[in-house]
């Protein structure tokens, strides 16, 4: 059975991955200061800043890396320009979580896959340079995910907004950004397809249409609580501004792609199930 090494697998991403993937390979995963994770055979106590990488891959052995990294920004592309050089020797790959971020620069219109990445904020840049790196490695060896605003029952940005319904305060909302989305059942899912079927190259992993920001979060607020929410609008220009990611050569098949209506009703539905 292929093994597959998270890293970051005790975050919110990394672990919804994790529970994804170990019923059909052999997944192991990383934690630093999270709890519950100290007596899982399955997962390495790991911390970026003072390394043992190595020692955790060499016991692993894995043919798939998942870089869910979190922390500070200059250890994290000391660890990204390791992983790129080992991948190139020995027999695995590399798949790095990336964000829309790196286009948010551009504000008039949706970023595809192979548009000039350009960002002005220091999250956004700080992506774009270790996606320069990832794309070093040979062609196969390497899969750059970018991700859009994620939701699920217990993400943080769920959980931020059902505190403030909860109560009674204002939700952040910006009116004139319009975003694509997705669900963490869902982008698990997309995550496992590119896995099961040795996909490479860039994939950007959001709905397929596009939302306002505020629209998108008033609708999620009256589906899960039934009842209007407050809302402190915030405008970053003075113009229509895009932070979306959308597919044009590397799409998924229909049965993967997901709407922005699909993700209201993924958190509608987990919230009855609570």
Do not use: W
């Amino acid at each position: 059975m292929k093994s597959i090494l998270i890293l970051g697998g005790s975050g919110y991403i990394g672990n919804c991955l994790y529970k994804e993937l170990s019923p059909y390979y052999n997944t192991f995963g990383t934690y630093h200061t999270a709890k519950g994770f100290q007596d899982n055979q399955h997962f390495f106590h790991f911390d970026i800043e003072k390394g043992g990488l190595e020692k955790i891959i060499k016991e692993v052995k894995p043919k798939l890396i998942i870089s869910a990294l979190r922390g500070n920004f200059d250890a994290q592309l000391e660890i990204h320009d390791f992983l790129i050089n080992l991948v190139r020797k020995i027999n695995s790959r590399l798949l790095f979580l990336s964000s829309a971020n790196v286009f948010d620069a551009f504000q008039h219109f949706p970023s595809y896959e192979y548009d000039k990445t350009l960002s002005e904020s220091i999250y956004g840049r700080f992506k774009i340079k270790i996606e320069n790196q990832v794309m070093r490695l040979p062609t196969g060896k390497f899969v750059i995910a970018r991700l859009p605003m994620i939701f699920g029952i217990n993400s943080p940005r769920t959980s931020e907004i059902d505190y403030a319904i909860q109560n009674d305060e204002a939700i952040e909302v910006f009116p004139n950004t319009i975003i694509n989305v997705n669900s963490d059942i869902r982008l698990t899912q997309q995550i496992h397809y590119l896995i099961n079927q040795k996909k490479s190259g860039l994939y950007h992993l959001g709905s397929t249409d596009l939302i306002s920001h505020f629209d998108f979060i008033k609708h999620a607020v009256e589906r899960r609580h039934n009842k209007p929410g407050i809302y402190k609008q915030v405008f970053t220009s003075n113009t229509t501004r895009y932070l979306a990611t959308l597919p044009k050569v590397n799409k998924l098949p229909s049965h993967i792609l997901t709407s922005y209506l699909d993700v209201l009703d993924d958190l509608s539905l987990l919230s009855n199930r609570k």
